[in-house]
């Protein structure tokens, strides 16, 4: 838990105490309880795990599927309206900002032929999601890769990449320093 607050104060210029994200951020709550909502998944009590979810959800705006595999330190700034779909995959060090879907794209005519099949994201290691930011089906968000505000991504992202736009092109490359907003004025960041 330390280590979990610790890396949200090294990425939010105005996170002030670990009491003070524990108390009034929203994506530390929606972590923590996808963590027991998890835990209920995993041991098959899925209307428990849907249950804590729910409330989760109600209480932050933050959804996230019990079902959701997350790393270490995800860090969900704001918060409001992000959901993170059954299947989704997300490394360590992931920062999301609001608004922002991790989705499906598989139209829901036969839903028992694609129960526990992979259809929603993963998200490599360090990876910046700007808000608003849509990333759908089954796609690899390489690590170190930045998804600019309002992109839709519906392909495979490669390592170190900036993508930008609907639909996302590659227009750069990121380095491995965190950048709150991915690209920044005089960063070190290579537009192509």
């Known amino acids: 838990m330390n ?5 949200i104060i090294d990425r939010d210029p105005a996170a002030k105490s670990k009491l003070s994200l524990i108390l009034t951020y929203p994506g530390v709550k929606a972590v923590l309880f996808h963590q027991i909502a998890h835990f209920f998944c995993l041991a098959k009590f899925d209307l428990i795990a849907r249950i804590i979810s729910q409330f989760s959800r109600f209480l932050t705006g933050i959804e996230i599927h019990p079902r959701a595999k997350i790393g270490k330190n995800l860090f969900i700034d704001h918060g409001m309206g992000v959901v993170i779909g059954e299947t989704s995959e997300i490394g360590d060090n992931v920062t999301i900002y609001h608004m922002v879907t991790l989705g499906g794209i598989a139209p829901s005519i036969n839903s028992n032929e694609q129960r526990l099949i992979k259809r929603h994201p993963t998200l490599k290691d360090n990876v910046v999601v ?3 930011a849509q990333i759908l089906g089954p796609v690899t968000i390489g690590a170190n890769s930045k998804i600019g505000a309002n992109a839709v991504v519906t392909k495979d992202v490669p390592e170190n990449a ?9 227009v750069g490359t990121a380095t491995k320093e965190f950048k709150a907003y991915g690209v920044t004025p005089g960063s070190d960041t290579k537009l192509d």
């Open 130 to 132: 700007g808000s608003g």
């Open 3 to 7: 280590n979990f607050l610790q890396s």
């Open 162 to 170: 900036v993508m930008v736009g609907i639909p996302a092109k590659n």
